[in-house]
């Protein structure tokens, strides 16, 4: 069973960093696209970060220069190092993988960032 599993959230100051993990696992098959997306309440999901197998990058306006995505294809693994943290960016944070065969989300993680 192709099984999601993210890490890192939690509580952090205005300016903080996180760096959020998400390991994909049970698939015989490599991710092509892994990315991160965000969901604050009141709110549309909205895409975060996304990575290719190749390492091509894509980031929203609002986080650029200030996240950084990552992936290790090894270990089925995607990253998000999250600096210079505001109080909007508090969202569930959830990881999606594409393997080209189908997709799948994570159950999320939630980030707050306040004083």
């Known amino acids: 069973q192709v099984q999601i599993v993210e890490s890192g959230g939690g509580l952090v100051q205005p300016g903080g960093s996180l760096r959020l993990s998400c390991v994909a696992s049970?698939?015989?098959?490599?991710?092509?696209?892994m990315g991160w997306y965000r969901q604050a309440p009141g709110k549309q999901r909205e895409l975060v970060a996304t990575?290719?197998?190749?390492?091509?990058?894509n980031y929203a306006d609002s986080v650029k220069g200030r996240f950084t995505i990552s992936r290790d294809n090894a270990k089925s693994t995607v990253y998000l190092q999250m600096n210079s943290l505001k109080p909007e960016d508090t969202a569930v944070y959830y990881c999606?993988?594409?393997?080209?065969?189908?997709?799948?989300w994570g159950q999320g993680t939630q980030v707050t960032v306040s004083s």
């Open positions: 999606h993988v594409d393997y080209g065969r189908g997709a799948y």
């Open positions: 049970g698939s015989i098959f490599s991710p092509y696209v």
């Open positions: 990575i290719t197998s190749t390492a091509n990058t």
